[in-house]
């Protein structure tokens, strides 16, 4: 049965982090907000809870609080002279479902970006020269700059908690601190959270290589801690249960426990979980967002809600899928690299080393989705890239989140896979052991790109999402570079047996987690040629349609990107709000 409901003020298509953080000034302003989000609510109720979340195999193996992939997955292919099939098991990412989204699962890590990566096309040529940026890379700037964004992360930092060590107030370096750091005008709400002992190992080697090792940003909170909005967080146990989990003690700084929970208290919120959003409705003649489609997931019925202004909010692949499904914007053609919607699609470039140490106890049972040691040096324009192959870089760190058993088991290169000697293996190293990884960045190629899939559909018909990408030159170059530099400090911090370094090489593999730190499809800019959204994440064509999340990013950085996709979600908030006032171009 179709239904028709009553217009609302403003809508948004997915109920995660970005949702959560846009809709709070709109919420206080007295706007009528209302949220579509696909998944359930498990705070809606005691009947509506999760059970444990303590359960590796569950949650952290069969990923039961990602998306799922029996209804709606995505195809891949490595070329677009290749025919795209479709990815039936998840794993290279894991995006969010229910409300607040990937929000609730993620691990907690916390950056700013550097103060140049909104304007990284600026800033490489003007160190390098335009010849050092290949045709087929479009790194563009994005039309906004980290000075606007500041105030911005300082709320955010507020709200969630973040707890580290500033390297940069107001220009002043700081001892402790990432040198490389953003100008901050205050330090972070809490301290660092603890450092664990492959933190101590990491520190000690990156000294002596002359490095300036730092406390990775966390939102797992290392005291209770009470926010602006009067929401608290609990102590973290170091549980190492947050990356793919619920945070059972509550100290994750999460949209669950920290914004959706103030936003429900107001009459003018509401949030509408089960409720799948199937595509936009468009008056392509009056160049307006009437409202949009949903499936009532619990009835079965689809629902046609009006709306004056609509927020797509549904993280990179939805929101780049109902631009392209309602023809909204020019979809993006790798042959002519004419069209905007589906451009600059970026994962992350990442690496890893295994490194034993025979007397040293790192008990990886004891951590948090953040108990890392940072590297900076190699990161981004940190370095000179001048007779380097590439652009780009990466941090270093230990990839300590957790000792859980199934998954994190490093072992000796050679240990068999299975039988008595897997087994003393297993037993001798357990705690003796982690992974040294690099999270880098990975820039934009015009071959790597979003569009709909011409053959495959979803369990409600709609057309599949089609990723077209694969590790490039720049990002594989880039890769080997800094995976040498993780070697070197694995090396100086006199690991016992150093792993076989394996930094990214094509083809790109579905098969292996990468970070859910997809970004791309629906760009900002200040050019609506090379742009879908404006610098206020407005709609290019469609003056009543914004844009929120990763896929505004033009480029992924060698940065975790919610610290600064949250910034990005406040300020749209206020621009929302005056444009709920006023409606007019930003
Ligand atoms: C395992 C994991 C670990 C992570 N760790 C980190 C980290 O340590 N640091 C970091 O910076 N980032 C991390 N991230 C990324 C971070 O979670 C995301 O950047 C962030 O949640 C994005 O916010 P969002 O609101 O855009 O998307 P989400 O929070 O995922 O919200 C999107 C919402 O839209 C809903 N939705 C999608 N399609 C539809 C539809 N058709 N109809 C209705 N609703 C829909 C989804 O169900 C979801 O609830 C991690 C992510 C994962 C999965």
Not at 493 to 507: D, E, L, N, S
């Given at each position: ?347 992350q470039t990442n690496s890893s080393i295994n490194v034993f140490y025979k007397d040293r106890w790192i008990n990886p049972f004891m951590a948090s989705g953040s108990s890392q040691t940072i590297v900076d040096e190699f990161n981004g324009d940190n370095f000179d890239h001048s007779g380097l192959g590439f652009v780009g870089g990466a941090y270093i760190f230990n990839n300590t989140t957790n000792g859980r058993p199934i998954s994190t088991r490093p072992l000796p290169p050679g240990t068999p896979q299975w039988g008595t000697k897997w087994k003393q293996a297993s037993a ?119 844009v929120v999340g990763g896929s505004v990013y033009g480029h992924n950085a060698g940065y975790n990107p919610t610290g600064l996709m949250a910034a990005i979600g406040l300020r749209l908030g206020d621009d929302l709000s005056r444009y709920a006032k006023r409606p007019q171009r930003l």
């Amino acid at each position: 049965m179709n239904r028709k409901l009553k217009s609302r003020q403003v809508v948004f298509v997915g109920g995660g982090l970005m949702a959560a953080l846009a809709a709070r000034q709109l919420v206080k302003d007295g706007v009528d907000v209302l949220v579509l989000e696909r998944g359930r609510d498990h705070d809606a109720g005691p009947e509506h809870r999760l059970p444990s979340q303590r359960d590796e195999l569950r949650w952290g193996v069969r990923n039961q609080l990602a998306q799922d992939w029996s209804i709606e997955t995505y195809t891949l292919r490595h070329a677009r002279t290749e025919t795209a099939l479709p990815v039936r098991t998840l794993e290279a990412f894991l995006p969010g479902d229910g409300v607040g989204g990937a929000g609730n699962h993620w691990n907690g890590q916390c950056f700013r970006w550097a103060e140049y990566d909104p304007q990284l096309r600026t800033r490489l040529v003007d160190r390098y020269g335009a010849a050092k940026l290949p045709r087929e890379m479009p790194i563009q700037d994005w039309g906004v700059t980290y000075h606007e964004l500041e105030p911005y992360h300082e709320t955010f930092e507020k709200l969630f908690g973040v707890a580290g060590k500033a390297g940069n107030l107001r220009g002043q370096i700081q001892e402790g601190g990432n040198p490389f750091e953003a100008p901050r005008r205050e330090e972070y709400p809490q301290p660092p959270i603890e450092i664990t002992e492959a933190g101590v190992i990491v520190t000690e080697g990156a000294r002596k290589l002359g490095y300036k090792p730092f406390p990775m940003a966390a939102s797992n909170s290392p005291h209770v801690y009470v926010n602006p909005d009067g929401m608290r967080l609990g102590a973290c146990q170091y549980c190492g249960h947050c990356e793919r989990f619920i945070c059972e003690s509550n100290a994750k700084g999460s949209p669950e426990v920290l914004l959706y929970p103030v936003l429900k208290r107001s009459k003018n919120f509401e949030i509408r979980p089960y409720s799948h959003v199937l595509r936009l409705d468009y008056d392509r003649a009056a160049k307006r967002v009437t409202g949009v489609r949903y499936l009532d997931l619990e009835t079965g019925d689809e629902i046609e809600q009006p709306a004056d202004v609509v927020v797509l909010s549904a993280f990179t692949f939805t929101n780049t899928k109902l631009l392209l499904l309602g023809r909204i914007g020019e979809p993006y053609d790798a042959a002519t690299r004419r069209g905007v919607v589906g451009r600059n699609f970026c994962h992350q470039t990442n690496s890893s080393i295994n490194v034993f140490y025979k007397d040293r106890w790192i008990n990886p049972f004891m951590a948090s989705g953040s108990s890392q040691t940072i590297v900076d040096e190699f990161n981004g324009d940190n370095f000179d890239h001048s007779g380097l192959g590439f652009v780009g870089g990466a941090y270093i760190f230990n990839n300590t989140t957790n000792g859980r058993p199934i998954s994190t088991r490093p072992l000796p290169p050679g240990t068999p896979q299975w039988g008595t000697k897997w087994k003393q293996a297993s037993a001798d190293w357990y705690t003796h052991a982690f992974s040294l990884g690099t999270i880098g960045s990975c820039y934009p190629h015009v071959e790597n790109y979003l569009s709909l899939d011409p053959t495959y559909r979803d369990a409600y018909g709609v057309p599949l999402l089609r990723i077209t990408f694969d590790w490039r030159d720049n990002e594989t170059k880039m890769s080997e570079y800094v995976t040498k530099k993780a070697v070197e400090l694995a090396t100086a911090t006199g690991a016992t047996i150093v792993g076989p370094a394996v930094p990214r090489k094509a083809p790109y593999d579905a098969r292996v987690y990468q970070t859910t730190h997809v970004v791309g499809g629906t760009p900002m800019g200040a050019d609506p040629h090379t742009s879908v959204v404006s610098p206020h994440l407005q709609h290019w064509d469609v003056e009543n349609l914004f844009v929120v999340g990763g896929s505004v990013y033009g480029h992924n950085a060698g940065y975790n990107p919610t610290g600064l996709m949250a910034a990005i979600g406040l300020r749209l908030g206020d621009d929302l709000s005056r444009y709920a006032k006023r409606p007019q171009r930003l």
